[in-house]
């Protein structure tokens, strides 16, 4: 067996316990391994980041990306804002992102003579968070002071679509022109389906909390993402909208960069990499008969993963997340808004919790998202009193530890898990980077389900994930090729 | 129902008196008063969304010496009106519509018959939307309108602008136009309407 992969180190945030307090990780116990997911999936490709040419890779592939990208409407006397979203920060330790980030100002300010060019960084519910980043990733002084993080209840601008008025963030539009800086890691599948994953910042964190409540409490769970597409194309972002330029990424690493005047058209390609490659994790993880998941990363709870897969969807992996005839996953919003007071959903159909997590080790993972329906519906153990009192003096997660106990130490927490749910199977949530640390019993459980698996995707889930959302299967070809 | 753990405090040194916090507060409990913040303790619902915004790192949350419990109560109205309000609203009255607080559209309904006419008011009763801030602005805007009530935004603020469309005034021709890219807005129609008419768990007056 090899050994674990060093996980992504803690960060200092306040949004989590300090990194000190973080005395042990989940993949130093013993019996602990790890599985490269090349072994699991040996047609995942090949990756630019991580490898042997660093973060230059990332700058070298945004300049190649952008070659194809029309920048002639940008003109130097114009404004230009860079739209970035937190989460491209936590993909392979957030160095990729915001080097792409800075790639594209370099380029658009080369190509087009403009030097107004701002970064606006949106968040989810972590108000300060992509301000940390700024910070951390010199993004401040890349941009000239013109960086900033902004919030969901920050000053509103009206956005009139097709279905009524819309909000969006005032400081997100007022620029000239604005270039879409995402990445093509699925993260919230129990949120957005893989339905239009590529335009789902312009209704979430380019957005006000009139459009996000929309989302999350208005259309309903399979309906809910075109809130986005609905902003996306209102005639006022379509008078702003100048390109896109995506990290692409698999659950192995970041696979290149990809950018276009047309973000249909690359929202069709990372459906593709979404359902085939992310899909497969899924699918396998949903295999997993028994284990404890051990939360073990700068995130969070719901974001932690593992593979590229976070604990939300982890959590709803008794059910398949792709497939749209399937209304609610055990774990979205809409779902736990539809449990009632005693406990039970209020429908027979709701499916439940993912009953092969026999009980979750939160050794480290942040605040700032409701998680409290996690600790309230699997057995959950806390290490450290720091951390529960962290969650404590969380205006979002005052229930959280209500339904959790706490661990001194993480040692302690897992015999705890061990003894008490019976098994060894262990899946550690800690962001590894180019395969996933479990317990030993996990890995060969993992290596002999995977090549059924990878045929039943390829067979019979992807063509059908992509019929359901309008994607050409020849594109599906073309990509096979 | 939110037990209020936290309280904002300004540090009068560094606050600039930009009115941020005023404008981002859910319940109004801070407004700035010769170029200073000041914070009304009893109305603080301990959100930190003042804290959170201040562009001069001005404000801190503090632990409460005596936590504050915030709640309405259910059963002191009439259930068949709480139900009623939530059913037009197309909500069960089970439903969780504060994430953060598990807050149900029941209480926000009786907060709404017990006189509250605003999001400020019902969040000041009931200590919706005070966790995340951002997702239970809807439901709350859905349910005052069909109690007749149209609040106006706070004048100045940033709080809320407005109710957004539901599922239900999705135009057909959008329907249509986009039935193949994966929106199932028909099917997730009669889910909503199916989880609005579920029969009740657990009657709040009983």
């Known amino acids: ?481 | 129902m939110k037990v209020v753990n936290l309280l904002a405090l300004v540090d009068r040194e560094k606050c600039r008196g930009c009115k941020t916090c005023e404008r981002v507060c859910p319940v109004l409990a801070i407004k700035v008063v010769d170029r200073k913040a000041v914070v009304d303790a009893e109305k603080c619902r301990g959100c930190a969304a003042c804290e959170q915004r201040c562009p001069y790192y001005a404000i801190s949350m503090v632990k409460r010496e005596e936590p504050v419990v915030v709640s309405v109560e259910v059963s002191a109205v009439d259930y068949t009106k709480v139900e009623e309000l939530c059913r037009r609203a197309k909500l069960h009255p089970e439903q969780i519509i504060c994430y953060c607080t598990a807050t149900r559209a029941e209480e926000v309904a009786a907060a709404i018959l017990q006189g509250a006419s605003s999001p400020e008011d019902i969040s000041l009763r009931t200590g919706v939307r005070t966790g995340c801030k951002v997702e239970c602005i809807q439901p709350i805007l859905r349910l005052l309108e069909v109690a007749g009530i149209k609040p106006e935004p706070p004048k100045g603020g940033w709080q809320w602008y407005g109710r957004t469309p539901t599922v239900w005034e999705i135009p057909d021709e959008v329907k249509k136009k986009y039935a193949r890219r994966g929106f199932y807005f028909d099917e997730d129609i009669k889910l909503l309407d199916r989880v609005a008419t579920a029969p009740l768990q657990e009657r709040s007056d009983s």
């Open chain 1, 1 to 481: 067996m090899r050994p674990p992969i060093p996980p992504i180190s803690p960060r200092k945030s306040q949004y989590g316990i300090d990194p000190s307090l973080v005395k042990k990780r989940v993949s130093e116990l013993p019996g602990m391994t790890s599985v490269l997911l090349k072994e699991l999936f040996p047609d995942l490709p090949e990756v630019i980041y991580p490898s042997e040419r660093g973060i230059a890779a990332v700058r070298r592939a945004t300049e190649e990306a952008l070659k194809k990208v029309d920048m002639s409407m940008i003109k130097p006397e114009h404004s230009v804002n860079i739209l970035a979203s937190h989460h491209g920060f936590t993909l392979l330790g957030g160095e990729p992102y915001a080097e792409m980030l800075k790639t594209l100002k370099d380029v658009i300010q080369a190509r087009t003579g403009c030097k107004n060019i701002r970064l606006r960084a949106g968040v989810g519910l972590r108000f300060r968070e992509t301000e940390e980043y700024i910070k951390r990733y010199g993004l401040d002084k890349h941009f000239e002071g013109k960086a900033i993080g902004v919030a969901p209840i920050d000053e509103g601008i009206p956005i009139k679509t097709e279905i009524g008025t819309l909000y969006g963030i005032k400081k997100i539009y007022d620029a000239d022109w604005i270039v879409h800086a995402h990445n093509s890691d699925v993260r919230e599948v129990h949120f957005h389906r893989q339905v239009d994953r590529a335009v789902k910042p312009f209704g979430m964190s380019y957005a006000r909390i009139e459009t996000r409540s929309t989302y999350h409490q208005n259309l309903g769970p399979r309906a809910a993402n075109f809130t986005a597409r609905a902003i996306f194309d209102s005639p006022f972002v379509q008078s702003k909208f100048a390109f896109a330029s995506f990290l692409t990424v698999t659950p192995n690493g970041i696979v290149g960069v990809d950018a276009d005047n047309d973000l249909y058209a690359l929202n069709d390609r990372i459906t593709i990499l979404g359902c085939r490659y992310y899909g497969k994790m899924m699918m396998l993880f949903g295999e997993i008969d028994e284990c404890i998941a051990a939360l073990d990363f700068p995130c969070p709870v719901v974001y932690v993963f593992s593979a590229g897969v976070i604990y939300a969807n982890f959590a709803g992996a008794n059910t398949d997340l792709y497939d749209l005839d399937m209304p609610l996953p055990a774990y979205t919003w809409y779902t736990e808004a539809f449990y009632g007071k005693n406990g039970k959903p209020l429908l027979g159909e709701i499916p439940s919790l993912n009953p092969a997590i026999k009980m979750c080790v939160h050794n480290y993972a942040w605040t700032g998202y409701p998680s409290a329906f996690f600790s309230e519906h699997i057995p959950t153990v806390v290490v450290g009193y720091e951390q529960a009192e962290l969650f404590n003096r969380d205006p979002q997660n005052l229930n959280y530890m209500k339904h959790a106990v706490v661990a001194e130490t993480t040692e302690a927490a897992m015999e705890f898990a061990y003894r008490v749910t019976g098994t060894r199977k262990v899946l550690i949530f800690d962001g590894a980077i180019g395969g996933i640390n479990v317990s030993e019993p996990l890995a060969e459980f993992l290596l002999k389900k995977a090549p059924e698996v990878n045929e039943r995707v390829e067979s019979e889930l992807l063509p059908k994930w992509l019929r359901q959302r309008g994607v050409d299967l020849l594109e599906l070809k073309k990509c096979t090729a």
